[in-house]
T-cell receptor, first 118, second 114 residues
């Protein structure tokens, strides 16, 4: 079974400071990893994904994430936080290996609420 | 929210009534998904469909039903058998069956059952 852990329910950061939202995963074989953002009462928006290759992935709105296979982590980062970055962030994982129909399922973490303080 | 529409945005029903949530996409995507979101629990997969006229149960399918008669449409019915139906429901789609594809989400329907 695959799983995602987002150890922090909430992260507070001052505007202009760097931000990190943590994610660790468990999956059979190698993973596909994704980050999504959700604003209140809206659907999820795709930010970035790791498929293969460079461990540092760059995405939308200045976000990036670093894949660390040994630590099974995929932390989301941004060098300088904006108030408009305040939202709910979800990490998700899917196995690269096919193991039946369930392989197509994307497993999400419980989300981390990011608050950027002016 | 891409090319996925969900209607209505808010839905209110009395306990014991079935209700159908609409999901339409104009992205020509093969695969479609239904998730349920509850506060502090992330997203949980209800049903998914990889192709027209085929669908699979997700982790929490009990009390729900779906159909996939057209590629662009994947309606979800919340039946009276669903014990706790009040939640935010999200529909999503992906371009194909390659597991590297990201999912595109609709704006969601908030269902309240009293």
């Amino acid at each position: 079974a695959q799983s995602v852990a987002q150890p922090e329910d909430q992260v507070n950061v001052a505007e202009g400071n760097p931000l990190t939202v943590k994610c660790t995963y468990s999956v059979s074989g190698n993973p596909y990893l994704f980050w999504y953002v959700q604003y209140p009462n809206r659907g999820l928006q795709f930010l970035l994904k790791y498929i293969t290759g460079d461990n540092l992935v760059k995405g939308s709105y200045g976000f990036e994430a670093e894949f660390n296979k040994s630590q099974t982590s995929f932390h989301l980062k941004k060098p300088s936080a904006l108030v408009s970055d305040s939202a709910l962030y979800f990490c998700a994982v899917r196995s690269r290996s096919y193991s039946g129909a369930g392989s197509y399922q994307l497993t999400f973490g419980k989300g981390t609420k990011l608050s950027v303080i002016p | 929210d891409g090319g996925i529409t969900q209607s209505p945005k808010y839905l209110f029903r009395k306990e014991g009534q079935n209700v159908t949530l609409s999901c339409e996409q104009n992205l020509n995507h093969d695969a479609m998904y239904w998730y349920r979101q509850d506060p502090g629990q992330g997203l949980r997969l209800i049903y998914y469909s990889q192709i027209v006229n085929d669908f699979q149960k997700g982790d929490i399918a009990e009390g729900y039903s779906v159909s996939r008669e057209k590629k662009e449409s994947f309606p979800l019915t919340v039946t009276s058998a669903q014990k706790n139906p009040t939640a935010f429901y999200l529909c999503a789609s992906t371009e194909g069956l390659d597991r590297s594809y990201e999912q595109y989400f609709g704006p969601g329907t908030r269902l309240t059952v009293t």
